[in-house]
Nanobody
Framework: QVQLVESGGGSVQAGGSLRLSCVVSGYTYSRYYMAWFRQVPGKEREGVAA???????NYANSVKGRFTISNDNAENTLSLQMNSLEPEDTAMYYCAVTLAVWSGLPPPLRWNEYNFWGQGTQVTVSS
C-alpha cells in the first residue's frame, strides 16, 4: 500500500520561506514521477513542481526561480523549498507519485496523471 505523508506547512509573511516534505512508503517501482500540487477552494488542483527518476524537473511558470523540488531516494522523501513566498501561493499543498511510463521527458504537472496522493499540508502567506 502506497502512503504519502506531507509536513512543513504553516503561516509566513510575504517574502518568507517554507520547506515542505513528503515521506513516501510502499512505492516499489524504480521509475517514478513525483510532484507537488496545490489547491484553493473552488479551483482545480494546480501542478507546482515535479521530478522524475531521470532527475528531470518541471515547474509551473508561477513558481520558477522561487521553488525548488528535490528528492532523497535513500530517505524516500520528496521536498519542496519555497522562497520569496507570495500571498498567491496560499493553498493546500499535496504531494503525489505515479509510475513513469516515459524516460527522458519532463515529468507532467497534470493532476490526473498521478495515482497516489497525500492528505495535504496548508500553506498560508500573509501580505
Amino acid at each position: 500500500q502506497v502512503q504519502l505523508v506531507e509536513s512543513g506547512g504553516g503561516s509566513v509573511q510575504a517574502g518568507g520561506s517554507l520547506r515542505l516534505s513528503c515521506v513516501v512508503s510502499g512505492y516499489t517501482y524504480s521509475r517514478y514521477y513525483m510532484a507537488w500540487f496545490r489547491q484553493v477552494p473552488g479551483k482545480e488542483r494546480e501542478g507546482v513542481a515535479a521530478i522524475c527518476s531521470d532527475r528531470i524537473t518541471n515547474y509551473a511558470n508561477s513558481v520558477k526561480g522561487r521553488f525548488t523540488i528535490s528528492n532523497d531516494n535513500a530517505e524516500n522523501t520528496l521536498s519542496l523549498q519555497m522562497n520569496s513566498l507570495e500571498p498567491e501561493d496560499t493553498a493546500m499543498y499535496y504531494c503525489a507519485v505515479t509510475l513513469a511510463v516515459w524516460s527522458g521527458l519532463p515529468p507532467p504537472l497534470r493532476w490526473n496523471e498521478y495515482n497516489f496522493w497525500g492528505q495535504g499540508t496548508q500553506v498560508t502567506v500573509s501580505s
